[in-house]
């Protein structure tokens, strides 16, 4: 009887997917297992990535540079490439700018919104601390959107300034494709080819997002153990009694 409301349901749940872009294939990620760790050499390789590329346009606020010495950089490295930078301080925004130190955010490359916009054809890019926790798919679809610019079909037509990326809601995105192959030279030798690069900074965004998540699962496994235990002790005491009732 009400077969077409389920009928326009369908209809309606299509589309709003196809708005929302195309799924993304799963990757695997040494991260996202129930156990999984950050391999450190694939996070340097990522904010190398984010430092020549990602950086021109996207800020990463939620990170200080101390931090960095989680995934492997020296405490002299830290304070070097905080050095680099110029910030202010965070609660006095009319103080004139001084070089970073390590205990510092790492600063975004515009001073305001305006001035991002005025950079970017009236776009404005999202601060990137938190971007694999915005999607479902989080690093999943990082990684696809990414890869996954293409030629404009025919029957699409591309607003100005626009490129094509299936995997973005809409299809049409601000951002043209930021990788190309080789655009770095990796210090460690690697292969800087477009899938490598979106892996490397995928990766290390997800860190960005989740630097506790190794502790929690160290903690997991922790708190596995001392239950297990904990049954195997309950276990012991409940047959001694019943041997005692007996």
Known sequence: MYWWLALVFIVLNFSVRAEDGRTPIPQHWSFKTP??????KELQRGFQVYKEVCAACHGINQLRFRELEKIGFTKDQVKALAASYT?????DADEEERPGRPGDRVPSPFSSEKKAREANWGAYPVDLSLITKGRGQGPDYLYALLTG?????KDVTL???RS???YFQGGQISMPPPLIDNIITYHDGTLATIPQMARDVTAFLSWVAEPELENRHEMGVKVLLFLLVLTGLFYGVYQAL???VR
Do not use: A, I, R
Request: charged residues 35%.
């Open 87 to 91: 910030v202010k301080e965070e609660e």
């Open 159 to 161: 607003f100005e300034g």
């Open 35 to 40: 156990l999984g760790t950050f391999d450190k």
């Open 242 to 244: 019943w041997k005692l």
């Open 164 to 166: 094509y990326n299936p």
């Open 149 to 153: 610019y293409e030629p404009c079909p």
